[in-house]
Each structure stands twice: as structure tokens, then as C-alpha cells.
């Protein structure tokens, strides 16, 4: 079963940066692809970043593309998300996703995305 773990939440000023974790564990991710969505208060959760676990080829929200950098390392099994000037509105709760059975998508709908971790919150002050 594959597990999702995520770290690096907090609070921040605003036009300061972020570096979120994800551990993913239980399968080996050959033909995977990772990545994050946030859900703002009262919101729906939104696609932020995904990134193909074998080639490390990225795609991002349009929203975001300019503020964020999504990479990976195999032998930790990790994503990593950084979030720069950050923004009130990144306030969420951040989760880290994975799916093999639709990686070809490379979808930005979350219901393309069958394993979700626990969410780590962040919130930005102004």
C-alpha cells in the first residue's frame, strides 16, 4: 500500500519561500507520477505541481508555474515542492498525491490521483 507522508508546513510571511516534503513509500514508483494539490479554506482542492517519477519531466498549475519548483530524489523517495514569494492566498493545506494507473494524463483533476497523503497546512501572512 502506498503511503504518502508530508512535511515542511508552517506559517510564513508573505514574499518568503517554502520547501515542502513527501515521503512516498510502499511500491516502487517506476511509471508513477507525484505531485501536489492544495485546498484553501473553503475551497476545493486545486492542482499545484506533478512531476513523472521516472524521467523528472514537471508540469504545474498556470497560477503558480512562476513561483514553484517541483523535483524528486529516487533513492529517498521524495518530492520535494518550493514555493516562493509566497502569497496570503497560498494559504492551504498542501497534499502530496500519486498514481501509476493514469500517469499518462498527466492530469491536473484530482481524481486522477488514487493515493493522497495527510495534508500539511500552510498559512502566509500579509
Known amino acids: 500500500q502506498v503511503q504518502l507522508v508530508e512535511s515542511g508546513g508552517g506559517a510564513v510571511e508573505a514574499g518568503g519561500s517554502l520547501r515542502l516534503l513527501c515521503t512516498a513509500s510502499g511500491d516502487y514508483f517506476s511509471g508513477y507520477v507525484l505531485g501536489w494539490f492544495r485546498q484553501p479554506p473553503g475551497r476545493e482542492r486545486e492542482f499545484v505541481s506533478g512531476?513523472?517519477?521516472?524521467?523528472?519531466?514537471?508540469y504545474h498549475s498556470d497560477s503558480v508555474k512562476d513561483r514553484v519548483t517541483i523535483s524528486r530524489d529516487k533513492f529517498s523517495n521524495t518530492v520535494y515542492l518550493q514555493v516562493d514569494f509566497l502569497k496570503p492566498e497560498d494559504t492551504a493545506v498542501y497534499y502530496c498525491?500519486?498514481?501509476?494507473?493514469?500517469?499518462?494524463?498527466?492530469?491536473?483533476?484530482?481524481?486522477?490521483?488514487?493515493?493522497w497523503g495527510q495534508g500539511t497546512q500552510v498559512t502566509v501572512s500579509s
Open positions: 512531476i513523472v517519477w521516472n524521467s523528472g519531466s514537471t
Open positions: 498525491v500519486a498514481d501509476i494507473k493514469r500517469a499518462y494524463e498527466r492530469s491536473r483533476d484530482a481524481n486522477a490521483y488514487e493515493y
